[in-house]
């Protein structure tokens, strides 16, 4: 349990951090919360010589509203946005996804950004940032760019951050009228990580037909994805409990499905229909609350 | 674990096969592979960097083609080990000609144990599909392009 010799550093500013990436390239690994990378460590199944620990930057650590769009930094905690009274009131699917994640001592330190960033397949958060159609912020030595949800997880543990790029921020596009939204996740009782985690969020017109759906699936294939097979069959339609039902037997359609110990590949499929089912059904509701 | 699978590939048959035969081809389609030396007996010792984000770790092992019916079929077997764990496995793959391409299909079954089994056990079967995965596109970037509109697209723009 005694990872190997390492250099720590621990910039003091965002320009200093992405001076030491650069120096380092392969060689360094920038850490965040550190919930994910130290156990690796102590295993020695990771072993970086350099750690930048991005933990003094509080220039990342806010959650801000302008111009109706919402920008969360990097270094954000999960009990942050948890407890911001703000996301309640306008994007109440991320307070209500950092609920699920791990446990207590991992909300109060894993942030937003570390999460993302190492993509993990099974974790929360890219299934709640895919439903939001959100962009995620990468600075580098040469500037920065916003990269959309949906291009963002590449694959197992894979993002489209270059080498050298930081995450440092999230934002959030307004909510749609008359919005509803979900996070509904099967955790694996051991790990708390979702065996099945589906986040949603519609928007209805006038006649309560679905004008804006997005479906955000993690836990699944290799990597957390949008559910387009069965957003195609529900949007602009009346969302009847028939159509629900056959359009969400589709929430796997064209993807590669996990399996492990715990849940079997078939099994997980299953999984994914019935969740994007009921997370669609609890988003509807709160549509029309 | 299973690993099994296919994937069709725009090149004749033979053509798959002989690459697949062919040291240089294999070490630079294989994920992260630094050495591939072919043997006396004709097994491959082999060298492989291999690692999932800040898993990282270099393997060593052995390859070991049985069974060749060129152009149709062999079996692998495969063992190595790292400091990360070890690993073992043995499968067959199986060429079939399919318009004008060769479908070919993968099945085996390989064991993994080690620390590295022991706590990712979770994110090995997806760690396998996606080194598949990326073996595949890279080898498919190695055959010769067979098709008129692949060779089009890859030559001069057209004068117009």
Same mark, same amino acid.
């Given at each position: 349990? +005694?990872?190997?010799?390492?250099?720590?550093?621990? @910039?003091?500013?965002?320009? #200093?951090?992405l001076?030491?990436v650069?120096?380092?390239?392969?060689?360094?690994?920038m850490?965040?919360?550190?919930?994910?990378?130290? @156990?690796?460590?102590?295993?020695?199944?990771?072993?970086?010589?350099?750690?930048?620990?991005?933990?003094?930057?509080?220039?990342?650590?806010?959650?801000?509203?302008?111009?109706?769009?919402?920008?969360?930094?990097a270094?954000?905690?999960?009990? *942050? +946005?948890?407890?911001?009274?703000?996301?309640?009131?306008?994007?109440?699917?991320?307070?209500?996804?950092?609920?699920? +994640?791990?446990?207590?001592?991992?909300?109060?330190?894993?942030?937003?950004g570390g999460?993302l960033a190492h993509a993990?397949?099974?974790?929360?958060?890219?299934?709640?940032?895919?439903?939001?159609?959100? #962009?995620i912020k990468a600075n580098s030595?040469?500037?920065e760019r916003w990269i959309?949800? *949906?291009d963002f997880f590449v694959g197992?543990m894979t993002t489209a951050l270059a080498p050298g790029e930081i995450l440092t921020a999230v934002?959030?596009?307004?909510?749609?009228?008359?919005?509803?939204?979900?996070?509904?996740?099967?955790? *694996? @009782?051991?790990?708390?990580?979702?065996?099945?985690?589906?986040?949603?969020?519609?928007?209805?017109? #006038?006649?309560?037909?679905?004008?804006?759906?997005?479906?955000?699936?993690?836990?699944?294939?290799?990597?957390?994805?949008?559910?387009?097979?069965?957003?195609?069959?529900?949007?602009?339609?009346?969302?009847?409990?028939?159509?629900?039902?056959?359009?969400?037997?589709?929430?796997?359609?064209?993807?590669?499905?996990?399996?492990?110990?715990?849940?079997?590949?078939?099994?997980?499929?299953?999984?994914?229909?019935?969740?994007?089912?009921?997370?669609?059904?609890?988003?509807?509701?709160?549509?029309?609350? | 674990?299973?690993?099994?699978?296919?994937? =069709?590939?725009?090149?004749?048959?033979?053509?798959?096969?002989?690459?697949?035969?062919?040291? !240089?081809? !294999?070490?630079?389609?294989?994920?992260?592979?630094?050495? !591939?030396?072919?043997?006396?007996? %004709?097994?491959?010792?082999? &060298?492989?960097?291999?690692?999932?984000a800040?898993?990282?770790? &270099?393997?060593?092992? $052995?390859?070991?083609?049985?069974?060749?019916?060129?152009?149709?079929?062999? $079996?692998?077997?495969?063992?190595?080990?790292?400091?990360?764990? /070890?690993?073992?496995?043995?499968?067959?793959?199986?060429?079939?000609?399919?318009?004008?391409?060769?479908?070919?299909?993968?099945? %085996?079954?390989?064991?993994? %144990?080690?620390?590295?089994?022991?706590?990712?056990?979770?994110?090995?079967?997806?760690?396998?599909?996606?080194?598949? =995965?990326?073996?595949?596109?890279? /080898?498919?970037?190695?055959?010769?392009?067979?098709?008129?509109?692949?060779?089009?697209?890859?030559? !001069?723009?057209?004068?117009?």
């Amino acid at each position: 349990m +005694i990872p190997e010799s390492f250099e720590y550093h621990s @910039p003091q500013s965002l320009e #200093e951090a992405l001076r030491l990436v650069t120096e380092f390239g392969e060689e360094g690994k920038m850490m965040a919360g550190g919930h994910s990378l130290l @156990p690796m460590m102590k295993l020695r199944l990771a072993s970086p010589r350099h750690v930048i620990d991005l933990g003094r930057l509080n220039e990342l650590r806010y959650i801000r509203e302008s111009d109706g769009w919402i920008e969360i930094g990097a270094l954000t905690t999960h009990f *942050q +946005i948890e407890s911001s009274s703000l996301l309640r009131e306008k994007c109440p699917l991320l307070p209500e996804t950092a609920r699920e +994640i791990g446990d207590a001592q991992v909300r109060n330190l894993g942030t937003l950004g570390g999460s993302l960033a190492h993509a993990d397949p099974a974790a929360d958060w890219p299934a709640a940032i895919l439903a939001l159609d959100a #962009e995620i912020k990468a600075n580098s030595a040469g500037g920065e760019r916003w990269i959309v949800a *949906q291009d963002f997880f590449v694959g197992l543990m894979t993002t489209a951050l270059a080498p050298g790029e930081i995450l440092t921020a999230v934002r959030l596009p307004p909510l749609p009228r008359r919005a509803g939204d979900a996070y509904l996740k099967l955790r *694996q @009782p051991a790990s708390g990580f979702a065996v099945v985690g589906v986040g949603v969020r519609l928007g209805l017109n #006038e006649a309560g037909h679905m004008e804006r759906v997005a479906i955000g699936v993690t836990g699944v294939g290799l990597k957390a994805y949008r559910g387009a097979a069965v957003e195609r069959e529900l949007l602009g339609k009346p969302p009847t409990a028939r159509r629900l039902a056959e359009a969400t037997a589709r929430a796997a359609d064209g993807v590669q499905t996990n399996s492990d110990l715990f849940a079997s590949a078939e099994y997980r499929k299953h999984l994914a229909s019935v969740y994007v089912r009921r997370a669609l059904e609890l988003a509807l509701e709160r549509a029309n609350a | 674990m299973k690993v099994e699978g296919s994937r =069709q590939l725009a090149a004749p048959r033979e053509v798959v096969y002989r690459c697949l035969m062919d040291p !240089l081809s !294999l070490a630079q389609a294989l994920p992260g592979c630094e050495k !591939l030396d072919p043997q006396p007996d %004709g097994s491959y010792q082999a &060298t492989l960097k291999i690692g999932i984000a800040s898993v990282k770790g &270099t393997y060593q092992g $052995r390859v070991q083609i049985l069974d060749a019916l060129p152009p149709e079929s062999f $079996r692998m077997k495969i063992e190595g080990k790292g400091a990360g764990g /070890f690993l073992k496995g043995e499968g067959t793959i199986s060429l079939t000609a399919q318009n004008g391409g060769t479908l070919i299909s993968y099945s %085996g079954e390989v064991q993994i %144990g080690g620390m590295i089994a022991s706590v990712g056990q979770r994110m090995m079967q997806a760690a396998a599909q996606q080194m598949v =995965q990326q073996f595949f596109d890279a /080898f498919s970037r190695q055959l010769p392009a067979v098709q008129p509109d692949a060779v089009k697209s890859g030559g !001069l723009p057209p004068s117009t």
